[in-house]
């Protein structure tokens, strides 16, 4: 029964709240006073409506409804697998421009499974409890295909991702770059390093796209508390690659399965650092489920290559019967590239595991069946 003690007390706890009745319990009917409904309404903070502290309908417990942007693309495609095998519901949005259907196929009958085709430039309205924001061109021959799409795609894209982030209280991790250091100036990079990067080169439209995305997703974090993660992505190989993609394993493994002359750009003495896409993906789910992750995360394989030596390698595990031929270099390359990952390896525990020889072997057996089946783009 509600006594007039438990009445005052409740009144001066909830001083805006509802009014209770002044009059002492015997007021109240006794139909009241038997029911046991407490008299008073939620306090005020309890009735505003926070999606975030409701439980959705329509969702398994434990597990997540996660949009992956970018999801029909090479890397994309991969961390659907996972997210789909660790039985969470994926929506996968992709323009397609550079991701691929088919990378996706095995999942089309699975209902827990979504495609969307649709630019990330416009609007997207889903409900979703976390967000890899991956979609945007990343070969160099892609990004500078239309500098201006890949910019708005940097920009507006990422905007509208931590948009949906803001409204749905979503987990947003954007997929950066090694790129945004530019030609470092110093060696292996650091996450603090600010970086050396040329704001109107043909890179440019990435890698001050990616920048700016980076300054966009700690703005949405510190003005409007949205929960964000940024991996800085090293150059990353696997199967899935574009045959047409014009990156440099993805060329060299092609061309050597082609018995063609494999291209070394410049003087091939540029170094840089390959992971293979299995642990790329297994640190991006590390980065996006671990708590409490200040700042910007290389994700990277730290083993170095000159281009030089990587031409060695593919030929050694892929096709010894090729030769090597000396083309131009594209402006604003990047002299050499090599992650320092302690952070990744504290705080995330994350650590690359497959050695380069392992992984190129995988990437050839796709690309040979690929080539055999005439699969070669879209
Ligand atoms: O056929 C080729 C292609 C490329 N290269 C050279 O290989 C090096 C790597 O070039 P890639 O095109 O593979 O990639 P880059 O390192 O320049 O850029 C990449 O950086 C990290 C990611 O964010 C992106 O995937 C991409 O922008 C460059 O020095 C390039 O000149 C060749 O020697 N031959």
């Known amino acids: ?136 061109p990343a070969s160099p021959i892609h990004y500078k295909y239309n500098p201006i799409h890949t910019l708005k795609t940097s920009f507006m894209g990422t905007y509208n991702m931590l948009g949906l982030a803001k409204r749905t209280h979503a987990r947003f991790l954007i997929t950066s770059t090694s790129e945004v250091y530019g030609d470092p100036l110093i060696h292996p990079q650091v996450e603090e390093y600010w970086g050396n990067v040329n704001p109107i080169g043909e890179r440019s439209c990435y890698d001050e796209g990616k920048r700016v995305a980076e300054t ?86 730290p083993t170095e290559f000159t281009i030089k030596e990587l031409a060695d390698v593919v030929k050694e595990v892929v096709e010894p019967r090729v030769d090597v031929t000396y083309t131009p270099l594209t402006p604003d390359d990047p002299k050499q590239r090599k992650p320092d990952i302690t952070k990744a390896q504290s705080k995330i525990g994350w650590n690359p595991t497959v050695e380069l020889r392992d992984g190129l072997k995988l990437m050839a057996l796709d690309f040979k069946e690929r080539i055999k089946n005439g699969d070669e783009g879209w």
């Not at 009958?109 to 979609?135: G, K, M, T, W």
């Not at 949405?220 to 574009?242: C, E, H, L, S």
């Not at 061309?255 to 003087?267: F, N, P, S």
Request: proline residues 5%; hydrophobic residues 35%; charged residues 25%.
């Open 1 to 136: 029964t509600v006594t007039e003690h438990s009445a005052v007390s409740a009144q001066e706890r909830y001083p805006t709240g509802p009014r209770l009745p002044s009059s002492s319990s015997d007021d109240l009917s006794p139909a009241f006073r038997s029911s046991g409904v407490p008299i008073l309404d939620a306090p005020e903070e309890e009735k505003v409506h926070d999606v975030s502290k409701l439980d959705p309908p329509n969702r398994r417990k434990n597990k997540k409804r996660i949009l992956v942007t970018g999801g029909a693309g090479f890397i994309g495609s991969h961390l659907v697998d996972r997210l789909m095998d660790e039985g969470n519901m994926v929506i996968v949005v992709d323009s397609l421009f550079t991701g691929k259907k088919s990378n996706l196929e095995r999942h089309f009958s699975n209902p827990r499974f979504e495609f969307i085709r649709q630019d990330v430039i416009e609007p997207l309205y889903v409900e979703v409890d976390q967000i890899y924001h991956l979609a945007c």
């Open 216 to 301: 966009l997703c700690y703005d949405f974090k510190r003005q409007n508390g949205v929960d964000i993660r940024i991996a800085r992505i090293f150059n990353t190989y696997g199967p899935r690659m574009a045959l047409n993609d014009g990156r440099v394993v993805s060329n060299f493994v092609g061309q050597a399965i082609r018995r063609e002359e494999l291209t070394v750009q410049g003087t091939g003495n540029q170094t840089r650092s390959f992971c293979y896409v299995s642990d790329q993906v297994d640190g991006l789910i590390r980065l996006m489920n671990t708590e409490d992750v200040e700042g910007p995360v290389n994700i990277g394989n």
